[in-house]
């Protein structure tokens, strides 16, 4: 599996790249404006996560049928100007299809030179207005955008004034405070008329903790708002199994669902599974050597989470966080659990944690 990483290495401001070419496979859009038809089920989305949504795992997630990934936010200004940013921010390859890149960014200029680098490797671009990191905000980026309704739409008007159906952008938003979201409708209302092509909605305020219910109300006043737009909203928040993504798209009427908690701690979600099956998590060790790249910690983490989801005994869950490299991993899987590699009878088939003891 070749990656791009060194030709994102090479890029400069000069050269004149084309977005990547669209079909029915790869266009998001058209697949969250049909998955309702075509499946009996809304499209299956990815959320943007820092550092977890890396190649490994969104490929893990696209083989446990997620229709769309996102990359990690990746920052506008540290991307443009630094080439070491360029190769730890983004890496993809053929089977990386369709991926949306998450920017964040707190002008248009900035935005516009990340776009003309990145999109002939992505399918579409889309702008974090939701992150609520209170470093980002303090920058302008993520959650502060949605109190800059001006600069969101400068930013889907020039970018759509470029590049026009070449490229597809979506805008991913939080709500503002309310009582009646009637602000955030307006905002969305909007984006629509400047061209963005669809907008995520995190039925969350800034300020409000993942611990509390996502606000479906909100989500769904949006949508209804929005019917004469033909722009499809995507429900984000709160989405851990299949039956949370039939009962979120039933109340609110979203084209799409986005889970990103729920899919860290079990990528096979989609695919029907309510706890991570046991080989999934060796398809995730066999990606991860295949591709490479990814730092143990993160590595272990995605493990832990998995594990975690799967309700494995305490003692293991405790030994994970102390392994110190890739070759160690292995080992400590093959000495507790019947462990399959890639090549091996009945690799990643199990749905049960494998004990040996």
């Not at 949504?53 to 443009?80: G, N, W």
């Not at 963005?196 to 769904?220: F, M, Y």
């Not at 995605?302 to 005994?313: A, G, T, W």
Request: hydrophobic residues 40%; positive net charge.
């Amino acid at each position: 599996m070749e990656a791009v990483a060194k030709d994102l290495e090479k890029l400069s401001l000069f050269e004149p790249l084309e977005p990547k070419p669209l079909t029915k496979v790869n266009d998001p859009l058209h697949i969250i404006k049909t998955r309702l038809t075509t499946h009996g089920r809304p499209a299956t989305i990815s959320g943007p996560m820092v550092r977890y949504s890396k190649l490994a795992f969104r490929q893990l997630c696209h083989y446990y049928d997620t229709d769309i990934v996102y990359t990690p936010m990746i920052l506008a200004r540290e991307f443009v100007r630094n080439k070491n940013a360029r190769i730890s921010d983004f890496t993809t390859n053929k089977e990386d299809t369709p991926v949306i890149a998450q920017v964040g960014v707190n002008n248009t200029t900035d935005l516009l030179r990340v776009v003309e680098m990145i999109c002939p490797y992505v399918d579409g671009i889309g702008v974090n207005c939701g992150c609520p990191i209170k470093e980002q905000v303090r920058e302008g980026i993520g959650c502060a955008l949605i109190y800059n309704e001006d600069l969101m739409v400068d930013m889907v008007d020039k970018v759509k004034t470029k590049y026009g159906n070449k490229l597809r952008m979506e805008m991913k938003i939080r709500i503002h405070e309310h009582e009646i979201p009637e602000r955030t409708l307006k905002l969305c209302e909007r984006l629509c008329n400047a061209g963005v092509d669809w907008i995520t909605v995190h039925g969350r305020l800034k300020g409000t903790r993942s611990s509390q219910p996502v606000d479906l109300n909100a989500i769904k006043y949006i949508i209804d708002g929005l019917k004469g737009k033909n722009v499809p909203v995507v429900a984000n928040g709160d989405c851990f199994t299949v039956s949370d993504m039939i009962r979120i798209q039933a109340f609110t009427g979203a084209h799409g669902v986005m889970s990103a908690r729920g899919l860290l701690n079990n990528p096979a979600l989609f695919a029907g599974f309510d706890k991570c099956p046991w080989g999934c998590l060796e398809r995730f060790i066999y990606y991860c050597i295949d591709i490479g790249g990814l730092p143990i910690q993160l590595i272990l983490h995605h493990v832990y989470c998995m594990l975690e989801n799967m309700q494995v005994l305490k003692r293991y869950l405790k030994q994970i966080m102390s392994l110190q490299s890739m070759v160690e991993l292995l080992m400590w899987l093959e000495s507790n659990f019947h462990f399959k590699r890639f090549g091996q009878s009945e690799f990643a088939t199990g749905i049960e944690i494998p004990y040996k003891n």
